[in-house]
Each structure stands twice: as structure tokens, then as C-alpha cells.
């Protein structure tokens, strides 16, 4: 399996939190499946799902950025992302896309402009919406964020997966699977009742990480904003 951490934000979208451990899973709906076997069928569970809510700590480059994002087949989306350099808002539909940043992401956008010329965008974008059409080059790089396939990829390769102990995500009975990789261990947690959805997924290390993954089937919020907060990316040239 490739490493949780890879789910990055800029690259589509990370080790599970240590839980009390309640005793061995011998038998049940995936007695007959290898830790593998049941990966890869918790990773097909999410991708039967219409809509989701992945949130968690990743990381980007070696540095944390915390995420909380409701994602569609559709590619509707909406949610939160935060790091070192800032933090921004996203709502995304078929039709357009919605950022709104705080002044610290867009002083480390814009970092390279004159000081006067920064000020004044920054004046200008920070705090409000910054609207586009969803078929524009910048906001198709946005799209990775709300795609639901592109996010799951990095489950793909679930070899040397090892079934562990039944434990609880979010008051649900679930399975801990283990994978040994050289850069530490990845741990995935997938629902022992129901859909087999993979609950939780992280990795231990020099870059830990942890996701959680919640909301299925649930309508995603995309009212999108109007009125004088809204600034459109066509207007400003």
C-alpha cells in the first residue's frame, strides 16, 4: 500500500491513533479474507459511496496541514483546509468554484510581488470569496480536492496487509489492518458491521499522519455565497 502520508492536499489529498484495543476478530464477514482482501474491499466500499467527509492531518512536503472536506461523486465539495502557510475555505459545483483565503495563504502566494502590489491584493482577497469558473486553469487544480477517485488511489496497493484486533472509530466496531513499510507502520481500520467502509488510515514515523473517513452517502452543502463579499476572478483580470 502506498503511504497514507502521499495523500496530500496538492496532489489529491494520513498513522491511526493509538485506541484501546478490545479483543481478537477470529471470525465474522471477513473470516475467509486475507488483510489485504479486506483493504482493498474497504477501499471499494468508499468508492460505492455517492458523497463523503474526509478529515485528518496530512502532510505536504514534510509539513502538517489539516483538512475537513465533504466530497461527491458529482465533484461537488466543500471544506476547510489549513497549514503552515495559511488556511482556505473551498465550495466547488459543476458550474464554479469559491475559495476564501486568509491573509496569511495569500502573503505566501504572493511573496515574489512588491510589497505595495501585495498589500493591495491582499487588501483585496483576504477575508472575501474569490469566485471562478470551475472550467478555468487555476480552479481545475483545485479540482483534485473534490475528486473522490483521485483520492482514494493512494489505498490502491493494500500488499502485506496483516488483520489485527477489533477496536471503535466513531462508535463503530471496526477492523485494524497493519502494513511494516520502511518509512513506519500504516494502520487502516475498516467497519466489521454494515457497509465495510474504511474508517480510519494513517501512518506512524518521522511524518505521521491520520484520516478518518465519515458522512457517507450524506448531501454536501454547496450553497454557494453572494453579495459584496464575493470578489470574481474575471473582473479583476
Known sequence: MRTAHRFTATAALACAAALGLTGCFASGPFADLSGSEV???????LRGAASL?????????????QLNMAVSKSGDCRGTIAGPEGSFELIRNAESVFIKADEPFYRSQMKDLPKPEADGAVKQLAGHWLKSK?????????ASLCDLDEL???????????????TSVAGQKALTLTTKTDEGTETL????????????????????????????????KTELPAGENVVDADELG
Not at 152 to 166: C, I, N, Q, T, Y
Not at 202 to 216: V, Y
Open 39 to 45: 483493504a482493498d474491499k474497504s477501499v471499494d466500499a
Open 53 to 65: 467527509t474526509v478529515s485528518g492531518t496530512i502532510r505536504d512536503e514534510g509539513k502538517p496541514v
Open 134 to 142: 470551475a472550467s478555468d486553469a487555476d480552479a481545475k487544480d483545485l
Open 152 to 166: 482514494l488511489k493512494e489505498f490502491d496497493d493494500s500488499k502485506g496487509a496483516e488483520k489485527g484486533k477489533v
Open 189 to 220: 481500520q475498516v467497519a466489521t458491521e454494515g457497509t465495510p467502509y474504511l474508517l480510519k488510515a494513517g501512518i506512524t514515523g518521522k511524518e505521521p499522519a491520520e484520516i478518518s473517513f465519515s458522512g457517507f452517502d450524506e448531501p454536501v
